[in-house]
C-alpha cells in the first residue's frame, strides 16, 4: 500500500510530498519523493497513550464536587472511584474501554498502555482467571488501537498493611497466581498488541514479590511511584529511602522501566532516573486533577531523560490538554516559557516527537516515530481547521497543542489501517450507544 501526503514529520523532520509504502504486516518500507496526487494536511506520528485505567473514563465528571466535613484528596478521590471499581462487570469493562479507544483514536492516539487491576469479580475469581483482561484486549481488538497489556500485581493495602475490603477485585495473595494470569493473558495477543507487568506501587507490593515479577516476566515493567507525598513520607518509614531512590537502589531499573508519575523527585533521584533509561510516564490532567504536584520534567530532559504520556483516570483524553499542561506547569513554576523544547525549536512539536518516542518505547510498540521499519501509525491534522489555516509544518503541533483543545484531526492509521476517517471512528455511534446504556445503569 503506498500512502501519499504533502507534509510529513518523519524521524529527520519534516519532508515535503512524499510517498510511505506500507507492507502487509503494517510496516513503512520506504519514504520516498513523489509527483504523484498527495493528500494535503500535516502527517505525525501517532501518539501513544502510555497509562490508562480503562474504567475510570466512567467517571469522568462524577468526582468535582464537595461535601461538607470532608476535605478533598487523592485519598477521598480513590474510595470514590473503589465504589465504580466494584460495580464494573467484565462486559461494563468493554464496553467503557471500546468507549475511551475510540475517544483516543479520534484524539490522534494510536497505542495505549492499559495498566489493568480489575481482575476479579466482587466475590472471587472469575472462572477464566483472564475474563477482565480477555475484555480489554477485546475492546482494542475491536477499536483498532495498538494495546500494551499491563496486568497490575496488587498486593498490600499500603507499607505493611493488608489489603483492604474495597481492593479485593485487584488482590493476589501469591505471587504464582498473578503470573499465571500474566501467561493466560497472553493467547489474546495480536500482532499489535503486547503484554508486560505492572506491580501497582510499592505501597502495594513487598519488596521481595517485586524482584521476582521482575525476574519471572518479559516486556515492559510499569510501576506508579511517588505521586503522593504521603505516599513517600510512608516509603521513607517503612523502607527508610524516598520511593525511587528505594527503586533505583534495589531494582535494575533500566529502558525496560516506565516510572509512571515519579511526581516527587530530589534532583539526584531525577538524574539517576534520566540516567536509568526509564521512560518518566507522566499524566499531567489527572496528576493535576488529583492535586498530585508537578513533576521537574524541564531539569529531568536536561538530564537526557525520555517521558511519555498517559491520560490515566481520563478525566480527559486530548492530546493537546496532556502536552500542554505538561509545559504549562514548567512555565509556571520557573516564572519562564518554552522549557521543554531542549535548545532550539518549537516546544509543540518537541513535545509531539518526545512523546510520541518515549510512549512506543515504554509500551515496547514499534512505533514512535514515521520511519522506515517502524510501524505506520500516522495521524493526519486538518490543514484547514481554524486553528491550523495559514500554519506551515514548523508550527502546525504549536498551533494544535497551545491554540486548541478540539483535535483537528482528520485520519488515524495503526499498521496501516485507516481506523479515524473524517475525524471519526466508523463504530463510533455504535460504541457511544453501548456505553451510554452502561453508565446509566451504574450510576442510576
Ligand atoms: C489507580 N490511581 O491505580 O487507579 C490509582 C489509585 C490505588 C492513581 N494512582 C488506586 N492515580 O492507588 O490503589
Ligand atoms: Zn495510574
Known amino acids: 500500500m503506498r500512502l501519499c501526503f504533502e507534509h510529513v514529520l518523519t524521524d529527520a523532520g519534516w519532508r515535503e510530498r512524499v510517498a510511505i509504502d506500507v507492507d502487509e ?11 504523484g496526487a498527495c493528500a494535503p494536511g500535516f502527517v505525525v506520528p501517532g501518539l501513544p497513550n502510555l497509562h490508562s485505567h480503562a474504567f475510570q473514563r466512567a467517571l469522568a465528571g462524577r468526582t468535582e464536587h464537595v461535601a461538607p466535613g470532608r476535605e478533598d484528596s487523592f485519598w477521598t478521590w480513590r474510595t470514590q472511584m473503589y465504589a465504580l471499581a466494584l460495580a464494573c462487570t467484565p462486559d461494563d469493562l468493554e464496553a467503557i474501554a471500546a468507549q475511551l479507544y475510540v475517544e483516543m483514536l479520534e484524539a490522534g492516539m494510536t497505542a495505549v498502555g492499559e495498566f489493568h487491576y480489575l481482575h476479579h469479580a466482587p466475590d472471587g475469581p472469575y472462572d477464566a482467571r483472564d475474563e477482565m483482561s480477555a475484555r480489554i484486549f477485546a475492546a482494542a481488538e475491536a477499536t483498532g488501537i495498538a494495546l500494551t497489556h499491563l496486568p497490575v500485581l496488587y498486593m498490600t493495602g499500603g507499607f505493611d498493611a493488608p489489603a483492604e475490603a474495597h481492593q479485593r477485585r485487584f488482590v493476589h495473595a501469591d505471587v504464582d497466581a498473578f503470573l499465571a494470569l500474566v501467561d493466560d493473558s497472553k493467547r489474546h495477543l495480536t500482532p499489535t498488541s503486547r503484554i508486560g507487568v505492572a506491580p501497582h506501587s510499592l505501597r502495594a507490593v513487598p519488596g521481595d514479590a517485586l524482584a521476582r515479577v521482575i525476574a519471572d516476566s518479559e516486556g515492559p515493567v510499569h510501576i506508579h511511584i511517588a505521586e503522593q507525598t504521603k505516599e513517600v513520607d510512608d516509603c521513607i518509614e517503612h523502607l527508610g529511602h524516598r520511593p525511587v531512590e528505594w527503586l533505583l537502589a534495589n531494582a535494575e531499573v ?9 511526581t516527587h523527585v530530589t534532583d539526584g533521584e531525577v538524574k539517576q532516573m534520566a540516567e536509568s533509561g526509564a521512560i518518566a510516564g507522566l499524566c499531567p490532567t489527572t496528576e493535576a486533577n488529583l492535586g498530585d504536584g508537578l513533576f521537574p520534567a524541564a531539569r529531568f530532559l536536561g538530564d537526557g531523560g525520555a517521558f511519555g504520556v498517559g491520560s490515566d483516570s481520563h478525566v480527559t483524553v486530548s492530546a493537546s490538554e496532556e502536552l500542554r499542561l505538561l509545559e504549562y506547569g514548567q512555565r509556571l513554576i520557573t516564572q519562564h516559557r518554552n522549557r521543554l523544547a531542549g535548545a532550539s525549536g518549537h516546544v509543540g512539536e518537541a513535545l509531539w516527537t518526545r512523546a510520541a518516542a518515549g510512549g512506543a518505547k515504554a509500551l515496547a510498540q514499534p512505533a514512535g516515530a514515521i520511519a522506515v521499519g517502524r510501524r505506520a501509525d500516522l495521524v493526519r491534522l486538518d490543514a484547514n481547521h481554524p486553528r491550523l489555516v495559514g500554519h506551515g509544518p514548523e508550527t502546525a503541533l504549536d498551533a494544535w497543542i497551545f491554540g486548541s483543545t478540539d ?5 488515524v492509521w495503526v499498521a496501516g489501517r485507516r481506523r479515524v476517517e473524517g475525524g471519526r471512528h466508523a463504530q463510533r455511534d455504535v460504541i457511544a450507544a453501548r456505553f451510554g446504556d452502561v453508565v446509566r445503569r451504574l450510576f442510576a
Do not use: K, M
Not at 533500566?254 to 515519579?262: D, G, I, M, N, T
Not at 483535535?407 to 485520519?411: E, F, H
Open 25 to 35: 504486516a503494517g510496516f513503512v518500507t520506504a519514504i520516498a519523493p513523489t509527483e
Open 254 to 262: 533500566s529502558s525496560r522501566f516506565c516510572l509512571v508519575h515519579a
Open 407 to 411: 483535535a483537528p484531526v482528520q485520519d
